[in-house]
């Protein structure tokens, strides 16, 4: 859709009301999976509701999770429970399809934004100059008192920026700290798996992910469930 415009997703005001998406926040991790699903029909605006990393290669679920910053066994579960509830779809060559994207993007041209970019400096000026003449008229200890308190408000316009973007930096590193789990020893991934009966090598496990630096692992024993259901298909590449 690179034609000049912008484009946006609109959610209606019940969207998290709608009987589908309601159903998903109840399930296990289903908030995680309508976020990613959101994130999606993000990435698909500019390709009309289609997502492809290339012409020759769709995207897995690995780079998914990569796309859009969401651990891949939420991915894994994501994907699976999207297609379930119609939500998305994926054809022959492997391209995702996500059918409502459509009926939900909204646009506006570049003239659009520049016109109204224009009224509101023009609406602003005119603002600028009432005060400027206002205040020349006024005495000039009034002048004075003036400049003194535009001078405060920039002051304290700039301690308000300033404390905003240490908020967001402590954010962000909240963010980090929470999205990776702390490594479990091999002793407690030998104690799950045993509790479950699932003959899933813990050694092998902590190894593997290990050497991975356990990146988008947020919760070690969901990841030790996605290795049971591959286990049980016999699927090798974990």
């Given at each position: 859709?690179?034609?000049?415009?912008?484009?946006?997703?609109?959610?209606?005001?019940?969207?998290?009301?709608?009987?589908?998406?309601?159903?998903?926040?109840?399930?296990?991790?289903?908030?995680?999976?309508?976020?990613?699903?959101?994130?999606?029909?993000?990435?698909?605006?500019?390709?009309?509701?289609?997502?492809?990393?290339?012409?020759?290669?769709?995207?897995?679920?690995?780079?998914?999770?990569?796309?859009?910053?969401?651990?891949?066994?939420?991915?894994?579960t994501s994907m699976e429970v999207l297609q379930d509830f119609k939500l998305i779809?994926?054809?022959?060559?492997?391209?995702?399809?996500?059918?409502?994207?459509?009926?939900?993007?909204?646009?506006?041209?570049?003239?659009?934004?520049?016109?109204?970019?224009?009224?509101?400096?023009?609406?602003?000026?005119?603002?600028?100059?009432?005060?400027?003449?206002?205040?020349?008229?006024?005495?000039?200890?009034n002048v004075t008192s003036v400049t003194e308190d535009v001078t405060e408000r920039?002051?304290?316009?700039?301690?308000?920026?300033?404390?905003?973007?240490?908020?967001?930096?402590?954010?962000?590193?909240?963010?980090?700290?929470?999205?990776?789990?702390?490594?479990?020893?091999?002793?407690?991934?030998?104690?799950?798996?045993?509790?479950?009966?699932?003959?899933?090598?813990?050694?092998?496990?902590?190894?593997?992910?290990?050497?991975?630096?356990?990146?988008?692992?947020?919760?070690?024993?969901?990841?030790?469930?996605?290795?049971?259901?591959?286990?049980?298909?016999?699927?090798?590449?974990?």
């Amino acid at each position: 859709m690179s034609d000049g415009k912008y484009y946006w997703l609109k959610l209606k005001r019940d969207f998290f009301k709608r009987h589908d998406i309601h159903i998903l926040n109840g399930m296990e991790y289903g908030r995680e999976v309508v976020l990613f699903y959101i994130k999606l029909m993000l990435e698909s605006i500019d390709h009309e509701g289609e997502l492809r990393f290339s012409e020759r290669l769709p995207y897995s679920n690995s780079m998914l999770a990569n796309l859009t910053d969401t651990p891949e066994s939420i991915v894994d579960t994501s994907m699976e429970v999207l297609q379930d509830f119609k939500l998305i779809e994926i054809d022959e060559n492997g391209t995702i399809i996500i059918p409502k994207v459509m009926e939900m993007i909204d646009s506006a041209s570049d003239t659009d934004e520049a016109r109204r970019s224009r009224r509101y400096r023009e609406r602003k000026k005119a603002e600028r100059d009432e005060n400027v003449t206002e205040v020349t008229n006024e005495r000039d200890g009034n002048v004075t008192s003036v400049t003194e308190d535009v001078t405060e408000r920039h002051e304290s316009i700039e301690i308000r920026d300033k404390r905003l973007e240490i908020r967001d930096k402590s954010i962000e590193r909240e963010s980090n700290t929470l999205s990776h789990c702390k490594p479990p020893t091999v002793e407690e991934v030998y104690l799950y798996c045993e509790g479950r009966h699932n003959g899933i090598d813990a050694q092998r496990f902590v190894d593997y992910y290990t050497a991975r630096g356990w990146k988008n692992i947020t919760d070690w024993k969901a990841q030790i469930r996605v290795w049971e259901s591959k286990e049980d298909r016999k699927d090798i590449d974990l």
